[in-house]
């Protein structure tokens, strides 16, 4: 949707654009579903020769792929379909880049319920369905987050491997708390072969985090604590924390008090490294780090896309001196760097 | 969205928005239906004067505020919210123009669950909903496009007064057919005051456009005639017959008899006016016409939106012997207009 505000002359298009706009997320969920990149990746080109391959009408292949072409997520000449480069490097399942799982978390039934009661959302300030208290265990929506989730975390993680030395090979004790799909701290463990990595997080979703540290090599040194962050015995000793993804899931009292948890576990010198979408003072800049913001009004009580100086000053409350920000190429969100 | 297909390094950021482009459809939604966009045409600027006036926390609506500026909906300056042109013409109420409603039916139930089938929709060629035959009276849904979608028809309706010579004043009968809110109609009747209109619908639809048509002064011109396109009689005697979207509802020979039907009911010299969203013959161009396809895969049994050359064929084998096209100026729908 290109923006009119600029033009001299408003027209609906764009507003009318955007009250269909879940039209755009079912085509994708649909096209991924019936694995038609792949399939075109495959060699079949025609709405025919997809149909066959997919187990779909020609018709309904016809239709969809027209629109996937409107999209830009594909090409159409005489009459055959290919891949633009974007679909054949994150859409089509033989490529290493492939994202195409996260659509069954981003769009799934749970997130579509929540943006569902907005409305009531707003009224309220916070969400509106049953599961926004994120300090209980919601197994089902965080395991499809693990299983789901992890193809986007590649860039991010190497960024945070790199931050902690990995490179260096020095042994460290890693505590990676609300580890998910736990690649953040299996991929600083395929980088440093001396860490030794502790895994937290509710007990189905560790299932998700030994299974990926098993595929990816690291199992010997990937142990896990069963429960939730605010209670569990979390040892102590660590280098480095790292929690990714957390604190935008909980009011401000909420981040410090988990924050306090963690500094009581460090090694003086320790340094707790996290991602987060930040957005700038002014809430609405860049986009997708502030527009993350509705995401977290939609889905929890009281979370918040927070900005740098709120997160520096809630670390700061937990014991926690100094906290940087760090860019990652390319991506959306963000590290921050505490240290002890 | 920017399209990142034509960068020399792809980035996932267009595949993950599109993942979570119903977020934009829920966001506008919400602001609409707490009248976000009239409170700030009112006067209220900030997160906390908006909320007094909506009856919303200062949070939600600081929170859904800041994501609609950063849709370029809004606009934030100072912690004040305005209205971009866009949303002072479009999205506030007490604007002439004012399109708000349309999230009514465009974003209804109804187009969700649609769209909800849309895999299966792809595998069998048509909607997986049971209200795909629409032949068949689904009034519930026809009530809400009625009530919703007027607005949207102005610049359409005032070109089809054009092509129909309504500025010449001669009598006139014409027969509206599905002719659901009445606008085009009604419209006509406004720039003819010596045109009668019969408008064909459903019952419970046409109490909508008879709403209209007292409202617009017209009623003692307006009559109607309930039932079916393809049973109710249609009378005979008529100048001028409107068709618009309602083609796309059916499959071509379905398409054919309703012209047919109509060809029966004309005046030597009479003019059918079909107004539809009608793709080039490569089926992704213009994108908004050609996009039309998935909304008919998904919500028919067999509708689509056809080509000019389809409808010209159609229209030519129920007995009209010329059909031609005339693009609306801004809009993405266009006018045939066949000759008996």
Same mark, same amino acid.
């Given at each position: 949707m290109a923006a009119s505000t600029t033009t001299s002359k408003p027209t609906p298009e764009r507003i009318f654009n955007t009250m269909i706009a879940f039209q755009e997320t079912e085509a994708l969920k649909a096209a991924i579903e019936l694995d038609i990149f792949t399939a075109i990746a495959d060699g079949a080109n025609s709405a025919g020769a997809i149909a066959a391959k997919t187990g779909a009408s020609e018709r309904g292949v016809r239709i969809l792929c027209d629109f996937l072409t409107i999209r830009e997520f594909l090409t159409k000449n005489d009459e055959k379909y290919a891949l633009t480069q974007e679909a054949a490097i994150f859409?089509?399942?033989?490529?290493?880049?492939?994202?195409?799982?996260m659509v069954d978390f981003l769009a799934s039934p749970w997130s579509r319920k929540n943006f569902g009661g907005l409305t009531e959302a707003v009224r309220k300030g916070g *969400?509106?369905?049953? *599961?926004?208290?994120? *300090?209980?265990?919601h197994e089902e929506v965080w395991v499809n987050f693990a299983r789901s989730m992890a193809p986007l975390t590649i860039p991010n993680a190497e960024f945070i491997a790199g931050l902690a030395g990995a490179a260096e090979g020095k042994p460290c004790n890693v505590l990676d708390i609300?580890?998910?799909?736990?690649m953040y701290g299996i991929t600083l463990a395929k980088r440093n072969s001396n860490a030794q990595i502790v895994a937290v997080d509710w007990p189905a979703v560790l299932e998700v985090a030994k299974e990926n540290a098993a595929k990816f090599g690291v199992a010997d040194r990937f142990s896990t604590r069963p429960g939730s962050a605010f209670d569990v015995e979390l040892g102590e000793g660590y280098d480095f924390a790292l929690l990714t993804n957390?604190?935008?899931?909980?009011d401000i009292p909420t981040c410090e008090k988990l924050m306090r948890r963690v500094h009581s576990a460090f090694k003086p010198g320790g340094k707790v490294i996290q991602l987060e979408f930040v957005p700038n003072?002014?809430?609405? *800049?860049p986009p997708m780090a502030a527009a993350f913001s509705l995401v977290m009004l939609a889905g929890t009580d009281a979370g918040d896309a927070y900005t740098f100086a709120e997160y520096e000053k809630m670390f700061r409350n937990a014991g926690f001196a100094k906290t940087t920000l760090h860019p990652v190429p390319d991506m959306p969100q963000q590290v921050l760097l505490s240290e002890k």
């Open positions: 859409l089509n399942r033989h490529s290493p880049a492939c994202l195409a799982s *969400t509106a369905n049953v *599961t926004g208290d994120h *300090t209980k265990p609300a580890a998910g799909h736990g957390i604190f935008h899931h909980f003072e002014d809430r609405v *800049t």
